[in-house]
């Protein structure tokens, strides 16, 4: 057994990808694809519940979505996007799904990659399979992934060999005519992509 495989049910289903739990200042969150969300909120700072809000979004990795979800932060050019609870007071029952989802995982814990590292990706039959990871002092560029990089593996963390999550998987690639995608980028690289409200949260929890 991978030593990794505890923190195998935080990734979960959003859509027809996927995302990863992690702990916000109050509740917790989820960061995913931006590509992964069905549509995205009005440009304005006062959009209404309804415009921010995704109707069962969200699952266990392997279930149909159900749950509900609500928008916080959405990157298009990043490609990358932070979830959060339904309003507990308009949505309560849904509000209490979503938690009752989160609340059992374990939360990945967010830190940054050395400029080139080996790292981890989740497969589509939630194998924990390597890769190499590069940066320069931007966004992630993944090489030598073992099981390759597919399109239901969008939203999925990649983590270093501690279990800390470092990335995005968005965007792959490999040799024309290939099947077998081993490599992508340019992918989400967390404290370089992620707004400074949601890393000043995690790390002061």
Request: with cysteine.
């Amino acid at each position: 057994m991978n030593h990794l495989d505890v923190l195998t049910p935080s990734v979960i289903r959003v859509g027809d990808g996927r995302g990863f739990v992690i702990e916000g200042r109050v509740d917790r969150l989820i960061i995913t694809a931006a590509h992964c969300l069905p549509f995205f909120p009005p440009c304005m700072s006062f959009s209404d519940l309804e415009e921010r809000t995704y109707q069962k979004l969200l699952a266990p990795i392997d279930d149909e979505p159900v749950v509900w979800t609500e928008c916080l932060f959405v990157d298009p050019i990043g490609d990358i996007a932070i979830l959060g609870p339904p309003d507990d007071q308009e949505l309560s029952d849904e509000w209490d799904r979503y938690n009752s989802m989160l609340e059992p995982l374990d939360a990945f814990v967010i830190g940054d990659a050395p400029e080139e590292t080996a790292a981890w990706l989740l497969s589509l039959d939630k194998k924990w399979c390597q890769c190499n990871v590069r940066h320069l002092a931007g966004p992630l560029w993944l090489s030598g992934a073992t099981e390759g990089i597919h399109g239901g593996m969008s939203g999925s963390p990649v983590i270093l060999n501690d279990g800390t999550a470092i990335g995005v998987v968005c965007a792959a690639g490999g040799a024309p005519g290939s099947r077998l995608f081993t490599e992508g980028g340019p992918n989400p690289r967390l404290l370089h992509n992620l707004p400074g409200w949601c890393l000043n949260a995690h790390a002061n929890d």
